[in-house]
C-alpha cells in the first residue's frame, strides 16, 4: 500500500508540474522576462525538491523490508537507513540555496540584506529572535 501510495504520489506532483510548466509556456509571451525567469527559478527549486523525497522514502521501506526478510546484519542496515534519512533536510536546504537565486544571493552573503545580516551578526553576538525576524523580514521584502 505503501509503494502504491509513493507512486501516485509521484504522478500526481509529475502531473502538476508538467501542467505548471504548460502554463509559464503559455504565459511566457505576457510576462516581463524578470518574472519568467522568476518562474523558472521556483519551477527549478519545485522539481528538485521533489526529486530529494526518495531519501526521506526509500530508506524506511527497506527498513520495513528487514522486517518481512529478516537477514544477518539487519540492525546495523536499519542504522545506516536512518542515519541516511536524517541528510534528507540538509540536501533539500542545498536544493533550494543552489536553484532559487535570490535565496542563494542572501544565504552566501551576496546581496545587500546579506551583507547587513552578516556584519550585524558579527557585532552583535547571539542571535536573538528579533534579529531573525528581521533578517527573513529584509529576505522577504527583496522578493516583492
Do not use: D
Amino acid at each position: 500500500m505503501v509503494m502504491a501510495g509513493c507512486v501516485h504520489a509521484v504522478s500526481i506532483v509529475s502531473m502538476l508540474v508538467f501542467q505548471m510548466y504548460k502554463a509559464l509556456v503559455l504565459s511566457s509571451v505576457s510576462l516581463s522576462k524578470a518574472t519568467l525567469e522568476k518562474h523558472k527559478s521556483s519551477l527549478r527549486s519545485l522539481i528538485g525538491q521533489f526529486l530529494t523525497t526518495p531519501i526521506a522514502i526509500l530508506p524506511s521501506v527497506f527498513i520495513v523490508a528487514t522486517i518481512v526478510v529478516p537477514f544477518e546484519g539487519a540492525q546495523v542496515f536499519s542504522w545506516y537507513m536512518l542515519m541516511v534519512m536524517t541528510t534528507h533536510s540538509t540536501i533539500n536546504c542545498l536544493v533550494v540555496i543552489f536553484t532559487f537565486p535570490e535565496f542563494r544571493a542572501f544565504v552566501l552573503f551576496w546581496s545587500e540584506e546579506g551583507k547587513r545580516f552578516r556584519k550585524r551578526q558579527m557585532t552583535s553576538g547571539p542571535t536573538s529572535l528579533v534579529t531573525l525576524r528581521t533578517a527573513r523580514n529584509a529576505f522577504m521584502n527583496t522578493l516583492h
